[in-house]
């Protein structure tokens, strides 16, 4: 797809920036190497559940990183991941960088994926392009930049760890020196949602001090191609909602039609939360989202509309609310991630089920307290006529209540955070990034995902961090067939090369 010719919308002169131009020099000469270390590291399965598998991980990029020079050291609290840390430090650098990405990924299903998820194969397009395994090349042998490797964790996260290795390789070939301390944060439970970031960043708040921006390199490019950059992140929270029916199945020839179905039942509950259009219609939904300013909304008007493009590539006739998809990203979301009740297929039976379970999600913007969110969706439930239990029905309750329903709330929810553009530390970086991608870059208030690891920077450490993005937006992350496109990893590497070596007066210009 033409939209993926990332390096094409690059200004050939900028290749002559000395950085870029050792990136490029070193891909072609050991970019089959570059390959086998991801192809290598993604073979070690990485759920954050896996310890055993998750400390193999960590040691290894330990390792990988202290062969080039970092001095490393694993940050352990009992029975969590490990943090993988490290740093360089350079003789008279007045700014220091710190690198975060995690190495964790989500849970693999076999059935569902092409290939075994922790072999990675090379395909030389898109499964969905009708892409077909091709081998592994050889030193010095061509490399296709719309070849794809699949496997688990390809694009989140360990391609970003790949791109930064390959570029200190790049830096020190070329005897090009870094100009900022560089640090290394490297999660190993981001897609568990970190429940232990903020203990390791106040147990050891004394190695991030100096920090003066957090590099978050955990995400993908703009949807037509172009670089992304984002300066926060959404909130998220959840709640699970169980309605019930009779207190047992029943045979729905028999009992049909009398008996309450919770199917049935919990699809209204679900309907009247939404319109037709999809807009929220709990009451409240929308009146704490915090308005950005006018640069911001600025810097949202000007990204290039990719709802067409998006539309035609998710097969979408229509799209839910109104205004663009980068302007739905600035309000609150609520999606039934979850549907049950009952069996499907050959598993069908003709049964009334005795439960229905929902899953809800909602992503939060800034000014959302995820408390009060889950607050308003359940005054909405009681307003519906629903009566809330938090633990099993008893028999009394059933025969009090003739709509229940049991709420389960999440309580590792975390708010919205967004850093301001025109810091002096952050306009030093994105002069940097500039003087790399031209006037193509996009920049966003915030990025559409969650990341704890945002708010622990905001809350604990008090330091500006940026989202800074280089895998392609279609790589399948958290799904079957997650996959990164090479081109993109070889942006990647010369993205990080230029991060190293940023003039030390680019916030000046």
Not at 96 to 101: D, Q, W
Request: proline content about 6%; aromatic content about 8%; hydrophobic content about 40%.
């Amino acid at each position: 797809m033409k939209a993926f010719y990332l390096l094409l919308f690059i200004p050939s002169l900028l290749f002559a920036q000395p950085s870029v131009k050792a990136s490029r020099e070193w891909i072609k000469k050991d970019g089959a190497n570059i390959l086998t270390e991801l192809k290598d590291l993604i073979s070690i399965p990485n759920h954050a559940s896996d310890l055993p598998n998750i400390q193999r991980n960590a040691e290894k990029i330990k390792k990988m990183f202290a062969d080039r020079g970092f001095a490393m050291r694993l940050l352990q609290e009992p029975g969590a991941p490990p943090i993988v840390y490290g740093e360089y430090k350079v003789k008279g650098a007045t700014r220091t960088l710190c690198f975060y990405a995690h190495y964790d990924g989500q849970p693999v299903d076999p059935a569902l994926w092409k290939i075994d998820a922790f072999n990675a194969e090379l395909f030389d397009k898109a499964m969905y392009e009708g892409g077909k395994s091709v081998p592994m090349p050889k030193a010095g042998e061509p490399i296709n930049e719309d070849w794809r490797m699949y496997g688990r964790s390809a694009s989140d996260d360990k391609a970003p760890i790949i791109a930064m290795m390959a570029a200190i390789d790049a830096l020190k070939a070329s005897k090009i020196g870094l100009t900022s301390n560089i640090k290394l944060f490297f999660d190993g439970e981001e897609e568990s949602s970190s429940p232990h970031i903020e203990t390791y960043m106040t147990k050891y708040g004394e190695l991030f001090k100096d920090i003066s921006v957090w590099l978050l390199v955990d995400g993908a490019v703009y949807q037509t191609g172009d670089p992304s950059f984002k300066f926060g992140g959404r909130g998220v929270t959840s709640m699970q909602l169980v309605a019930y029916g009779p207190n047992r199945p029943l045979h729905s020839g028999h009992y049909g039609n009398w008996a309450p179905v919770p199917g049935q039942m919990m699809a209204h509950l679900l309907a009247s939360m939404t319109d037709k259009d999809g807009n929220v219609t709990i009451e409240g939904f929308y009146d704490s989202v915090e308005p950005i300013s006018a640069f911001e909304k600025k810097q949202v008007m000007s990204a290039p509309n990719i709802d067409a493009q998006m539309k035609e590539e998710l097969g979408l006739a229509r799209t839910e609310g109104t205004g663009s998809l980068n302007e739905r990203m600035l309000l609150p979301s609520l999606t039934i991630r979850g549907l049950s009740s009952g069996s499907v297929g050959d598993k069908a039976a003709n049964i009334i089920p005795g439960f229905a379970i929902a899953e809800l999600s909602m992503r939060l913007v800034k000014g959302n307290d995820p408390e009060k969110m889950m607050d308003l969706v359940e005054a909405h439930i009681k307003k519906e006529g629903w009566h809330i239990v938090r633990d099993e029905p008893d028999h009394a309750t059933r025969m009090k209540y003739p709509r229940i329903v049991k709420v389960t709330r999440n309580e590792n929810g975390f708010p919205a955070i967004k850093v301001n553009m025109d810091q002096p530390e952050i306009m030093g970086v994105i002069n940097g990034v500039k003087s790399f991608t031209g006037d193509k870059a996009v920049f966003l208030p915030s990025s559409g995902g969650s990341n704890r690891v945002n708010n622990a920077i905001y809350d604990v450490l008090k330091t500006p961090a940026i989202s800074v993005n280089m895998v392609n937006h279609d790589n399948n992350q958290h799904a079957e067939n997650e996959n990164v496109r090479i081109g993109n990893l070889w942006y990647g590497v010369d993205l990080m090369a230029v991060l190293m070596t940023l003039p030390n007066d680019m916030q000046k210009k």
